[in-house]
């Protein structure tokens, strides 16, 4: 049975820190693609980044990029996200999900077969 198990959410003020974790079972960890997606109230889920475990190539959005930084253990079947210089409108519930990948790393929703449940990350102003 394949399981994600998201966590490391919580409450940080603006500018701070948090690093989640999806903890992984059921699959072959590097045959896949791991991505963090995020849905704020009253908005579509986007992604946030990916990670191809098999040739490593990631994507981030616009939004995170030089803020967030993605990663992966193949030792612990994990994948982290990183997340620096917190601003209020990355609040949201992130969600962790996987899909068999082939070639670069995808980070749209529909490419994903398996989601964990969310955790909730809030910045305070």
């Known amino acids: 049975e394949v399981q994600l198990q998201a966590s490391g959410g919580g409450l940080v003020q603006a500018g701070g820190s948090l690093r989640l974790s999806c903890a992984t079972s059921g699959f072959t960890f590097d045959g896949y693609a791991i991505g963090w997606f995020r849905q704020a109230p009253g908005k579509e889920r986007e992604g946030v980044s990916c990670i191809n475990n098999s040739d490593r190539s990631t994507y981030y959005g616009d939004s995170v990029k030089g803020r967030f930084t993605i990663s992966s253990d193949s030792a612990k079947n994990t994948a982290y996200l990183q997340m620096n210089s917190l601003k209020p409108e990355d609040t949201a519930i992130y969600y962790c999900?996987?899909?068999?990948?082939?070639?670069?790393?995808?980070?749209?929703?529909?490419?994903?077969?398996?989601w964990g449940q969310g955790t909730q990350v809030t910045v305070s102003s």
């Open positions: 999900a996987a899909y068999y990948a082939l070639g670069y790393v995808r980070c749209t929703y529909d490419e994903y077969h398996y």
